[in-house]
């Protein structure tokens, strides 16, 4: 699945979302002319086998396979590697730092999620400097010459020097190196975000509605109200008015309806505030309660998983949805369009995030120094970074997943479009932690097509939030943090660990609460919290850097409603 990088900006600005998910299955086989064949290494050696410690538990890779045929084999054939992998399902942060400071068979290689465990890899001693680490095994690689300056400038910013590869790579130096193939990319770029609302239009029908009824906060409500109202059924199933993004809706549905309300995290004078403390942020808790309140959806939905709610999205039985479009897989469904935007009932105006700057990535892969083939981990990082690398484990196999038309862009066979769909058994697409999407969209013909993969649908429905013309843009990049503001074990850690902690289980108690005033007597509850977990201060150190960066940057953001 190509995911937009825009999917993993809260990354860096409003906290880590969980991804929770299981260890890999077992590889399909590939079709090739030798389907049994074990890949060969070029050197003719055997292939050795290292270990792959990944934090992200909602990566899910097939077992590894040497087989000619496959995406994994072809990979070993390049590299002379085979992995094996440690993916905890759940806690896997609390699991490597255990392994951190408590075991002498540390991970060959690492993949983290989010800047903390970053850090505390950094700052442990057991990874290696990049450059120091290509220098020493592989001198010739391309990453000494040509990794994009601008966003080694921001993982230095970061972690205090080059220790890791990115992955969702964008930046105008890699636009540079692979210019986009078409203005569809520039557009998708520039106005593309996955969290958003996205409306079945086969259900809209129904209820006769039109997508412009559900531009405002009272027309959405009321279509809820209709939709729920009328017992809908598809397939013998009931129709689902709302669906949130489950556990993970307070980093996706609620992030959503703060911008399209109006919330950010700079008041009015230009200060840095937590976006929790924004009387838009209350007016997103308040919308979800009146929908709660209409019974518009089940409560359960904020604990579910992303199979669980993804088997909702998928029977076509939710007639919207607010969260990731990651999620509503519109390579298999064609039926979402979107509003763009909920027009707040006070008269707010959506905001939208703009970066000059680029973002430091989402997954992030460490070498440790301890790793016992260092010099073939070299070979592996420049293959899978370099365009032939990129191309086989984004697309896969030549004359098998894809061919190429005659402007030298990729164009996806049947196979390869459904081995993508399957890629947790054929690992086509899987290796996230090495996508560049500067150089997919300089290999990607622009799609003509509603349906399938990245076609005009998810196009539409993704970039209509950042069209829409009541939406006003801000300067984002003022609001990214040097690495040593967090510093492991460090003061702010602590107040953002437990502020994070606590509006896991309080942001639902709000949500949920039985009438209009427990909510207003747990929302203020809430922000007393934030108070006395010492947010303010928190805050205060915030603003500090937001006015350094304001000044590098020759940029004043201010807050455009409360």
Same mark, same amino acid.
């Given at each position: ?5 825009? +999917? ?41 086998? *290292? ?44 699991? =490597?730092?255990? =392994? ?31 450059? /120091? ?5 592989? #001198? ?38 692979? #210019? ?58 009931? +129709? ?39 009387? /838009? ?55 979402? *369009? ?12 959506? +905001? ?24 073939? =981990? ?49 690992? *086509? ?15 990607? #013909? ?24 009541? *939406? ?62 010492? +947010?303010?201060? =928190? ?24």
């Amino acid at each position: 699945m190509k995911l937009n990088l825009k +999917v993993f900006t809260i990354l860096t600005l409003a906290g880590t979302v969980a991804l929770t998910g299981c260890s890999a299955n077992k590889s399909g086989s590939g079709s090739s002319a030798e389907p049994t064949k074990a890949a060969k290494t070029e050197t003719g050696a055997a292939p050795v086998n *290292v270990n792959w410690f990944v934090t992200a538990g909602g990566w899910n890779p097939p077992q590894w396979s040497t087989d000619s045929g496959t995406v994994n084999g072809q990979i070993t054939k390049k590299t002379g590697l085979t992995f094996s992998y440690n993916i905890p399902a759940q806690d896997g942060d609390t699991k =490597l730092s255990l =392994l951190m400071v408590s075991s002498s068979e540390f991970p060959d290689v690492i993949t983290t999620v989010g800047p903390d465990m970053s850090q505390k890899l950094t700052k442990s001693g057991k990874v290696w400097k990049l450059d /120091e680490f290509l220098q020493k095994y592989d #001198p010739q690689s391309h990453l000494l010459k040509d990794f994009p300056a601008d966003i080694k400038k921001q993982l230095v910013k970061r972690d205090g020097d080059w220790y890791a590869i990115p992955s969702h790579m964008a930046s105008d130096d890699l636009k540079k190196q692979f #210019p986009a193939s078409s203005s569809y990319f520039a557009d998708k770029a520039k106005y593309g975000d996955n969290k958003g609302i996205y409306i079945n239009t086969n259900i809209l029908k129904q209820a006769g509605l039109s997508l412009d009824d559900l531009k405002t906060e009272d027309g959405l409500l009321t279509a809820l109200k209709k939709v729920k109202d009328m017992n809908l059924a598809v397939n013998g199933q009931s +129709v689902i008015p709302l669906q949130l993004s489950g556990k993970g809706y307070q980093g996706q549905t609620l992030q959503f309806l703060e911008r399209t309300f109006g919330a950010m995290p700079i008041d009015k004078d230009g200060k840095y505030r937590d976006i929790l403390f924004a009387p /838009e942020t209350k007016h997103a808790f308040e919308f979800l309660f009146k929908t709660a309140q209409g019974g518009y959806f089940d409560p359960g939905q904020m604990t579910m998983d992303d199979a669980a709610f993804e088997a909702n999205l998928l029977a076509g039985r939710v007639f919207c949805f607010i969260g990731n479009a990651g999620n509503g897989h519109f390579e298999k469904l064609d039926f979402w *369009v979107s509003p763009g935007v909920i027009l707040s009932n006070q008269g707010t105006k959506p +905001v939208f995030a703009h970066y000059s700057e680029p973002g430091a990535g989402w997954m992030q892969t460490f070498i440790s120094k301890t790793a016992k083939e260092p010099e073939h =981990l070299a070979k592996w990082l420049d293959f899978m970074t370099s365009p032939e690398g990129m191309t086989l484990a984004h697309y896969g196999i030549e004359g098998v997943h894809y061919t190429k038309n005659d402007k030298g862009l990729i164009v996806k066979t049947d196979k390869g479009i459904q081995d993508v769909k399957d890629s947790t058994k054929t690992g *086509v697409d899987i290796f996230w932690q090495f996508a560049n999407m500067s150089y997919f969209d300089h290999m990607d #013909p622009a799609p003509t097509k509603r349906e399938g993969p990245d076609g005009l649908a998810q196009m539409e429905a993704t970039t209509a939030y950042g069209r829409a013309k009541e *939406v006003v843009t801000y300067e984002g990049s003022v609001l990214t943090l040097p690495g040593e503001f967090l510093t492991p074990g460090g003061k702010n850690v602590t107040i953002k660990t437990q502020e994070e902690q606590y509006m896991l289980s309080q942001i639902s108690k709000i949500i949920l609460a039985k009438d209009q005033a427990s909510f207003n007597q747990f929302y203020d509850e809430f922000i007393a919290k934030l108070k006395e977990l010492k +947010v303010p201060e =928190l805050d205060a150190g915030k603003d500090v850097e937001l006015q350094k960066k304001s000044k590098e940057m020759g940029v004043t953001v201010k807050g455009t409603n409360s």
